[in-house]
């Protein structure tokens, strides 16, 4: 059966106040909201700091447990936590970025990344949690070693980006890191053995690609997909061939599949594809819709 | 920063007379009026030179729009010469006026008049880039560049 020929309803649970600014990114803690484990969420804001919200199992609303602060001089603009949930980075326009550790009923900074020029946009972690990235409007993408006791190496910074870059994810199985920017291009990096990390293949706008900012990416759960969205009030879907992503030799290239057009008419923001498979983006015309794909892709 | 003013003669224009609007206007507090907008914005100084915007004829009343059905507002601006590189500056003054001046469902255009300047489209997707607009207002010295064109007419 077909998600499309389903009816979706988002309904509001609940408004989470706290924030004295803008809250500009949130993120889900891996491995909570089921099984009895309550759901954990960390949010980051304008008024530089982060918190972080727990679900009550009794009540089902959400209670703010900690306020990450004094750490951040600027915007926090994004959070991510570590594969595991053990650690929490947060990316600022402090041009740092933190990673802070759950430490009895508190949040611990257990370490600064310095290293940018400027304002830091976004960070990710690969999904063995051995390797974090980070970019900003420096242009560049920085790949960072996690070493034990908390010690992160810079192993890598990445140029290539000829603008401010938005955002950074890695593929959801293999090593292979994504970054979409105001340049209106999306660059796949991969590494040909000893941290020697370069750009494989660029889609831009010859490339049936976006046609001014690209804001976000998205994974499908087989990361044979990937969804773009834009300014240019597209989002485009991408696909890849599995097998050859895979098996690693080589990078296996991304071709666009088809743009989704008309549904956002202010830049679309944000893009997320869930497990399940609906990708759900929000956009500057208040809007957030749902997609699924139907029978015929 | 630069030594010499960028547009070192600008051609000021005289202040154009304030019309009143009528206190018993029925339809004054749910409509957002252009000129409204205007009154908020004509007086905010260009950042090289002691005038205001209207003055420099950066801004006049046909620089705003607003189509209240889909709830935006445009400003266009013409920067006194095409190299202006204040541009960015006086887009960043006019979001900041303008900042908590209407419902929330409002948005904001800013771009500069078509022709107006050498890197029109580089100024616009700037003056238009929601987190380039708020890491610029978080620099201390633009902060005060822009603090210091939006209140020096209350001085």
């Known amino acids: 059966m077909s998600l499309v020929d389903e009816s979706f309803e988002l309904k509001e649970l609940q408004v989470l106040e706290g924030h004295a600014d803008r809250v500009w990114s949130v993120a889900w803690k891996p491995a909570t909201g089921f099984d009895g484990v309550p759901a954990v969420l960390a949010s980051c804001s304008g008024d530089k700091t982060v918190r972080v919200w727990e679900q009550s199992p009794s009540s089902g609303s959400f209670q703010c447990k900690a306020v990450l602060e004094e750490t951040h001089t600027r915007t926090v603009r994004s959070c991510a936590w570590s594969p595991s949930g053990k650690l929490l980075a947060t990316a600022s326009f402090d041009a740092t970025t933190a990673v802070w550790e759950h430490v009895g009923d508190d949040y611990e900074c257990v370490s600064t990344l310095e290293g940018h020029e400027n304002e830091v946009k976004s960070i990710s972690w690969n999904a063995s949690g051995s390797l974090l990235a980070t970019c900003g409007r420096d242009k560049s993408v920085w790949i960072w070693e996690v070493l034990p006791g908390n010690e992160f190496e810079c192993v890598s910074v990445l140029q290539g980006h000829t603008q401010d870059v938005k955002m950074v994810q890695w593929h959801p199985n293999m090593d292979i890191l994504f970054s979409c920017s105001y340049d209106n291009t999306i660059k796949v990096w991969a590494e040909d053995g000893d941290d020697d990390w370069h750009c494989v293949q660029t889609l831009a706008e010859a490339n049936n690609g976006h046609t001014s900012t690209v804001w976000a990416l998205s994974f499908n759960a087989t990361g044979d997909k990937m969804a773009t969205c834009s300014d240019d009030l597209t989002l485009k879907i991408w696909g890849s061939d599995l097998l050859t992503i895979q098996s690693g030799n080589g990078s296996a290239p991304w071709k666009h599949i088809c743009t989704l057009s008309g549904y956002h008419d202010r830049t679309i923001f944000s893009v997320h594809w869930s497990r399940e498979g609906i990708i759900a983006s929000g956009a500057a015309d208040d809007a957030i819709r749902l997609f699924a794909e139907d029978g015929d892709g | ?155």
């Open chain 2, 1 to 155: 920063m630069t030594l010499g003013l960028i547009n070192a003669n600008p051609v000021v224009h005289a202040k154009k007379k304030r019309v009143a609007r009528p206190l018993d206007d029925p339809h004054a507090d749910d409509a957002v009026d252009p000129l409204e907008i205007y009154d908020i914005v004509r007086d905010i100084r260009d950042p090289e030179h002691p005038y205001s915007l209207e003055q420099l004829s950066v801004l006049s009343e046909e620089s705003i729009t607003v189509d209240e059905k889909l709830g935006r507002i445009l400003i266009t601006f013409t920067p006194t010469i095409q190299h202006c590189s204040m541009a960015t500056v006086i887009g960043l003054c006019l979001r900041e006026k303008l900042k908590d001046c209407f419902p929330a469902h409002f948005k904001v255009d800013i771009k500069v008049a078509p022709g107006s300047h050498a890197d029109e489209e580089a100024v616009n997707k700037q003056l238009n880039d929601k987190e380039r607009v708020a890491a610029a207002l978080e620099n201390p010295n633009l902060r005060q560049l822009v603090t210091e064109c939006l209140y020096s007419s209350e001085l």
